[in-house]
């Protein structure tokens, strides 16, 4: 039987106070000043590495994001990398929970909306939140370089730029979502601000390191690739397969095919695929976004998945305290 | 049954798993009707609200709010019902009138209605000087209050109050019966539950004591004082007159006199003789100091109906014990 009325009357009105909350909080502040000097110390360095060494890529100002002084390897990308999750996180850990804790909650809902309405809103207002911070971000980041450096972007470099952010709002969409569905399971805010941390930490640092071991125990390499010094295809393969299951590996490779034009493909190259290639020579935008395409879409997915498993949680859950 | 019914409940029931919170209750509520929920915690009030309101899953029955049903037609039954929830929540953040706002824009009245409606709700609960003070400031009172002045806003049919009275001081309390008087004065039908049974004995019309799930009795406090409590009246009598005993227990329906103290006498009659023992008093030239009959009182319906079914109290004492 059909539900009366829109589960989307009310949206707005949630999202927008979610977005002035969020915008007016301390936390918030405190979490952008965090990014936004670190931008500005990376973009600095980088650009006197910059300076320093590849002063004819045609590609300066995609350099600007992944270029660390050397020797160490901190660059605006290695700190966007884990500091998106953990202010997605920020926004989103508390969010459910704090309407139970403050019993807001059932006087909200007996008001005639939804209870789709508030979490699609908590959602988007966290989302949009995101999106501006992000922004802000980028269009510094770009100012700055256009200062130091002094060469204007050409149109492709443009949109490789505004594709990345959009990849990168994805992202945070991702740990968004998973602190929601956090913060709907656990009646604490602190158990789930843990909790995503706890998996964050485990998917960014430690999966990557036992997706290899896993692999190698599934398929044990063949002995005559090792005794020439090379990976087993099929472990490899394997390797890669499960090793993408962490955001944080899939948010790597579509960065890399985007800022960096040479990329020509995220998994193990074939001979064959080298045929007629011209090695070092960049691909166009259009050609780099098809090879992270898959991944996009699976970063898309991952973040849509974990919505709807707190979706479904949330429409289940009682609302008295 | 009543024939001008906004709430009508026929065999509610919902089950956990195998425990039963509400069991098959029926009852309904009149327009402009206080009806009172009555009973221990966790016997089921709030649950049945919670399904009036359809913001929980109705196992077994059928509740209509409004000629709605709050199951499948929920937006019309939330535009129309106002609820304060029990201990209810407001965000600390924001301001009074800023979290009116937000439930204004929530139920989506226009920026000139809403600024207007809202002023006047926090005038009518006295919240008025309030307005722009961060919620976070207010005492326990000031938020039940600010509750009610949502419900106001909303310029609800129906009011339901869960437990508005519970954690208030004997001021704040008398404050906001106040209040809910004043709904009924304007036609709006008050559904409240509590387990506090003398507060709230002085607002309800109508009763429903709940005890573990069902509903034990409903009816008025006095036809439920004549059922329970057998339908004897009690006049106590202050006077003193030689003889004066003898004579009170002459007056016709009068069953017996207790002498109390001195001077002090207890009539059982089963009718309301005050107007007769007054008479008699002045008669012999006594003085009369006090005279009144003692009202059936909710606590003593309560009592005795569970001294009467010592089952049910056992079972009651194991929920609250569990």
Redesign the interface.
């Known amino acids: 039987?059909q539900?009366?009325?829109s589960a989307f009357?009310?949206l707005g009105?949630?999202m927008l106070?979610e977005l002035s909350?969020h915008l007016t909080s301390i936390r918030f502040f405190v979490l952008e000043l965090l990014v936004v000097v670190i931008a500005l110390v990376t973009v600095y360095l980088a650009t006197a590495q910059i300076k320093e060494t590849v002063a004819e890529d045609p590609f300066l100002l995609l350099k600007l994001f992944t270029t660390a002084r050397d020797p160490s390897p901190f660059s605006f990308l290695f700190f966007l990398s884990f500091l998106v999750p953990l202010i997605a996180i920020g926004m989103g850990f508390d969010s459910v929970n704090s309407e139970h804790n403050?019993?807001?909650l059932?006087?909200?809902?007996?008001?005639?909306?939804?209870r789709d309405a508030l979490l699609f809103g908590k959602f988007l207002g966290g989302l949009a939140t995101l999106a501006i911070g992000l922004v802000v971000l980028w269009l510094l980041v770009i100012g700055l370089g256009l200062l130091f450096i002094g060469i204007p972007p050409g149109g492709e470099e443009i949109a490789r730029i505004f594709v990345f952010l959009l990849v990168t709002i994805v992202y945070a969409g991702v740990w968004l979502a998973l602190a929601l569905l956090f913060s709907i399971l656990f009646r604490s805010a602190a158990t789930a601000a843990l909790a995503s941390l706890g998996l964050w930490l485990f998917l960014y640092v430690i999966w990557p390191m036992l997706a290899g071991q896993i692999a190698q125990i599934i398929a044990p390499p063949d002995p005559r690739y090792l005794a020439l010094g090379l990976q087993t295809p099929g472990t490899a393969v394997l390797e890669q397969i499960l090793s993408r299951l962490s955001p944080s590996t899939l948010f790597g490779e579509i960065v890399v095919a985007l800022l960096d034009p040479t990329t020509r493909a995220l998994g193990p190259i074939y001979l064959s695929q080298l045929q007629g290639a011209v090695l070092g020579a960049p691909l166009p935008f259009g050609e780099s976004v098809l090879i992270a395409w898959p991944q996009m879409v699976g970063m898309i997915a991952t973040a849509i998945v974990l919505f709807v498993i707190g979706y479904v949680i949330f429409q289940r859950q009682?609302?008295?305290? | 049954m009543i024939a001008d019914a906004v709430i009508e409940a026929h065999g509610l029931t919902k089950t956990y798993g195998s425990a039963v919170a509400v069991d098959h209750i029926s009852f309904s509520v009149g327009r402009g009707e206080i009806f009172g929920l009555l009973g221990p915690n966790g016997a089921g009030k709030t649950t049945t609200i919670l399904m009036m309101l359809g913001l929980t899953e109705i196992s077994e029955g059928e509740v209509r709010v409004l000629g709605f049903n709050p199951a499948r037609e929920p937006l019309s039954v939330k535009r129309r019902v106002g609820y304060l929830p029990d201990t209810v929540g407001f965000y600390d953040n924001l301001t009074a009138a800023d979290n009116l706002r937000y439930t204004a824009r929530l139920i989506g009245f226009r920026a000139m209605e809403r600024e207007k409606r809202i002023a006047a709700a926090l005038d009518r609960v006295g919240l008025a000087e309030f307005a722009d003070k961060a919620v976070g400031t207010f005492s326990r009172g000031m938020r039940q209050r600010l509750g009610l002045a949502e419900i106001v806003m909303k310029g609800a049919q129906i009011a339901i109050l869960d437990e508005p009275t519970s954690g208030l001081d004997p001021y704040a309390t008398t404050e906001l019966l106040g209040i809910i008087r004043g709904f009924k004065a304007e036609g709006v039908s008050v559904l409240l539950s509590s387990h506090l049974l003398e507060r709230v004995q002085s607002v309800c019309d109508r009763v429903a004591l709940f005890s573990a799930g069902k509903i034990a009795l409903m009816g008025s406090v006095p036809d439920l004082g004549r059922q329970v409590l057998g339908g004897g009246y009690v006049v106590d009598i202050e006077a003193d007159g030689v003889g004066l005993p003898e004579r009170l227990a002459l007056i016709p329906g009068v069953s017996g006199v207790e002498k109390t103290g001195i001077g002090k006498l207890r009539l059982h009659a089963d009718r309301d003789v005050r107007p007769e023992a007054a008479a008699e008093v002045v008669a012999m030239q006594g003085r009369l100091k006090y005279l009144g009959v003692q009202e059936a009182s909710l606590e003593a319906i309560y009592t005795r109906y569970f001294e009467d079914k010592p089952e049910e109290a056992m079972k009651e004492g194991a929920r609250h014990a569990a």
């Open positions: 039987m539900r009366e009325g009357s009310g009105v949630v106070k909350d403050q019993r807001t059932s006087r909200i809902l007996s008001q005639p909306i939804y009682e609302v008295r305290a």
